[in-house]
């Protein structure tokens, strides 16, 4: 049988376009080198560090917040395992979502690894030593990323660790040290700082979360230092070594290269950003090359250099993100079929689940002042909310930036509880070309943390917030 579409990679960004393609109508097949579909998002990313960040967050307030509210635990204690089995249940229960979904919409799903035969052939290699052939008329490769670790680093799985380890402790370690002060390494620093464990940040740059508005890093930071983590900014690890029982981890501080920083700490967690993943993909039987960063190239139709072979998510440019891939699974379903879609990319949120929550949508100040557009912003703090007030989530602000002439609405950069929810609105506004008096005259349910939005564009419109 020859398929019209075959999706190599079954993550946020296969699945979704497997699904999209067969809804219109076209025959699909899908290929996942795993026994389980999902990808990293489903797997060893999104969904598990959200069930551990959320399990970390409960046993932290338990802990630190609900003496206060009125309620006293006696024996609290954290059960690692049970937490880390709760989270592979919350796995499984997606993978089964996402077979039902290719069942449903009849997607023929192969468990191998694809790799280009030539441009209509594709050859699916089982783990089990079989291979068969699958016959397409056009393919879309989704094979997703990996996380980056230089040989230096001794990645040993066990001591030295990527977010995949990460995942899996069986012990609350007693110190840590994380590579990297990205959306990894603060995720997962925070859930096992949550739980007790002494975690040191180690980061490269002058911010944490460098590709966020800078308001957004501080917030962040002074949050997580309350937290108990602690930040080396300005700092390049050199040197990662495992021991017996530990980990040395050396780091040179970038203004005084004589200054080093040492430390032995059970786990060194390596969070310096992932690569596409396009190993034995057989690219070089159709003659596509992958550019210096290793992503495959396309063209403004996702297309790649060959005709009919299209190429989303983390294996392309842009930002690694399972929502941005998603939009490019359905875009490029819709293309094939002759459509004409289109993805805002400035309009795709970033969040980060630690807490408080960052979320962010649009221009940042910098790159507002860098592109020289006249922007007012406007911000409010979340500790002026009765409804923050009412769940002691005081820390955070929302940031409004408006056009200075027009007040249409360029950037929305909240920090604080349910962040993550709140910019949804913000995404729904910045799809409308709002302006902040729009968003400043709607009405907000009281008590609610998306008052501070409202107040924040109040601020940016007209610099008359109600409440401050
Ligand atoms: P992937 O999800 O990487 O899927 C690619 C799939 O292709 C994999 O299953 C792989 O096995 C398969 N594959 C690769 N090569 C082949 C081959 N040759 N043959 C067959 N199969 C193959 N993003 C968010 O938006 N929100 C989050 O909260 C979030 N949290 C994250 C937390 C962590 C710890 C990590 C690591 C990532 C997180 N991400 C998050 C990023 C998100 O997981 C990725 O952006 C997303 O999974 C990319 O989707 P994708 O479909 O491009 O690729
Ligand atoms: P990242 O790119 O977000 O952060 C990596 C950080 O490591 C950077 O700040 C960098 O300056 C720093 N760094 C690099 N080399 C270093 C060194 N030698 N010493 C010290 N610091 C160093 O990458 P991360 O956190 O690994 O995440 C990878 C991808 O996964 C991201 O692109 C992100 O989009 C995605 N992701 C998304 C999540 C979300 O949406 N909530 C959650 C987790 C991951």
Redesign the pocket.
Known sequence: MKYDVTVIGSGPGGYVAAIRCAQLGLRTAIIERYPVLGGTCLNV??IP?KALLDSSEHYHNAHSTFKTHGIDIKDLKVNLPQMISRKNDVVLDNNKGVEFLMKKNKIDVFHGHGSFVNKNRISVAGTGGSNEEIETERVIIATGSK?IVPASFNYDKKRVIT?TEALNIEKVPGSMIV???????L?LGSVYARLGTEVTV????DR????MDADCSRELMKSMKNLGVKFHLR???TEVTPTKSKVKVV?KSRDDESKTLSWDVDYCLV????RPYTDKLGLENIGITPDEKGRIPVDSHLQTSVPGIYAIGDVIQG????HKAEEEGVFVAEVMSGQKPHINYNLIP????TWPEVASVGYTEEQLKEMGIPYKPGKFPFRALGRARASMDLDGMVKVLAHKETDEILGVHIVGARAADMIAEAVALMEFRASAEDAARMSHAHPTYTEAFKEASLAATANRPLHL
Do not use: D, Q
């Open positions: 990313g999104c560090s996380p977010s590579i990297g002060g990205g959306v990894i390494g995720e180690v980061e490269y740059l944490i979360i460098a590709t700092h390049a690890v780091a969070a310096i950003g992932r930002a690694m993100l399972a970033g969040v980060v689940y």
